[in-house]
């Protein structure tokens, strides 16, 4: 079984049923179960989304979906070594914490040598009570995974997710991250920037920013480009 790029559980549910004998339904039910979250030391469902980490894993195909839980549980805890324990207090998140906003990185970029640079600038806001203001978690809240452009108008979508109008990380992941993002939060890189954007030449890379001023000049750019290349 191969995990990767799902953003929420009936996603993931839907590419389980292919691999596993039991359907959908079955995994929608157990990923969205709330004794079962509970069980294993989470608020609800979408905090319990966390232990899913992206690898590949051997199973039968007759394993219910109750038996892949307890499977990718026990990963969960391995995943979890002393090491990135001691990393993870650096940042001062507890581990659905660092999950969440490794899920916010990993939608940013995937540019894995940039990935510690993105989280440092979360760390900074998160430090200075900013509010995230990332994007991501708009189209996550708006449940549109095809947005490609951010308009004013999405900013003000009413939702926990919205991290515009709310300080602070959205309540869960807004995707399965990678392990390389999830290591790149608890590596994150020590830096003053506050502000970042995408680079106007698409090549997947970001301009980073101290200042305001600074930042507006990146955005400006880079949305000139969109203009130019009629994205909407």
């Keep these: 079984v191969t995990m990767n790029n799902v953003k929420i559980p009936a996603q993931l ?45 051997e199973f039968y195909w007759t394993a219910t979906p109750e038996e892949f839980v307890d499977r990718m549980y026990k990963e969960y805890k391995r995943f979890w070594t002393a090491e990135r324990d001691a990393k993870r207090k650096r940042s001062g998140l507890n581990r659905v914490e660092v999950v969440t906003l490794a899920s916010i990185v990993y939608e940013e970029t995937r540019k894995v040598d940039e990935m510690p640079r993105i989280a440092g600038v979360y760390v900074n806001r998160l430090k200075k009570g900013i509010p995230l203001q990332a994007d991501p978690t708009i189209k996550y809240a708006m ?14 979508y009413e939702s926990p997710y919205n991290t515009y109008i709310n300080r602070g990380l959205p309540p869960s992941p807004i995707c399965m ?13 020590k830096h003053d920037y506050i502000f970042f954007c995408a680079r106007p030449t ?27 290349r009629k994205i909407k």
């Design 13 to 57: 549910a839907g590419k389980l049923s292919k691999q596993f004998e039991a359907d959908s339904v079955e995994f929608v039910q157990v990923l969205t179960d709330k004794a079962l979250a509970k069980k294993l030391g989470f608020d609800n469902p979408l905090t319990m989304f966390s232990i899913f980490i992206p690898n590949t894993y």
């Design 143 to 156: 449940q549109d995974f095809g947005l490609r452009r951010i308009l004013y108008r999405h900013l003000k």
């Design 177 to 189: 991250p990678s392990i390389d993002a999830i290591d790149a939060v608890l590596n994150f890189e």
């Design 202 to 228: 698409f090549d997947g890379y970001h301009n980073f920013a101290r200042t305001l001023s600074e930042h507006n000049a990146n955005a400006k750019a880079y949305q000139r480009e969109l203009n130019k």
